[in-house]
Nanobody, 114 residues
Framework: QVQFAESGGGLVRPGGSLRLSCKFSGSMFSLYIMGWHRQAPGKERELVASITSADTPDYADSVKGRFTISRDNAKKMVFLQMNSLKAEDTAVYYC????????WGQGTQVTVSS
């Protein structure tokens, strides 16, 4: 049974930074393309960043140049460094595979507000 445990969210002012972490419980982590997804109030969940097993990242246009995704296959963890945060980045952030093939975790709330 694959599970995800996200952490690192919080309240930050516009222009600030946060680093999110995700612990993957299960097997074959290194084989999956992992992603960070987010869901803002009243909106559908969207993919913001993904990373292949070979550490090739991809980003949504809305976060390109501001967010950096990384992974540690030995520790089965995925990270999202978020810089230059904007109010529109406010959302609950979740990790999952690229195509969200496993049940969602609790997520971690990110609130960007002055």
């Amino acid at each position: 049974q694959v599970q995800f445990a996200e952490s690192g969210g919080g309240l930050v002012r516009p222009g600030g930074s946060l680093r999110l972490s995700c612990k993957f419980s299960g097997s074959m982590f290194s084989l999956y393309i992992m992603g960070w997804h987010r869901q803002a109030p009243g909106k559908e969940r969207e993919l913001v960043a993904s990373i292949t097993s070979a550490d090739t990242p991809d980003y949504a246009d809305s976060v390109k140049g501001r967010f950096t995704i990384s992974r540690d296959n030995a520790k089965k963890m995925v990270f999202l460094q978020m810089n230059s945060l904007k109010a529109e980045d406010t959302a609950v952030y979740y990790c999952n595979t690229l195509r969200a093939r496993f049940p969602w975790g609790q997520g971690t709330q990110v609130t960007v507000s002055s």
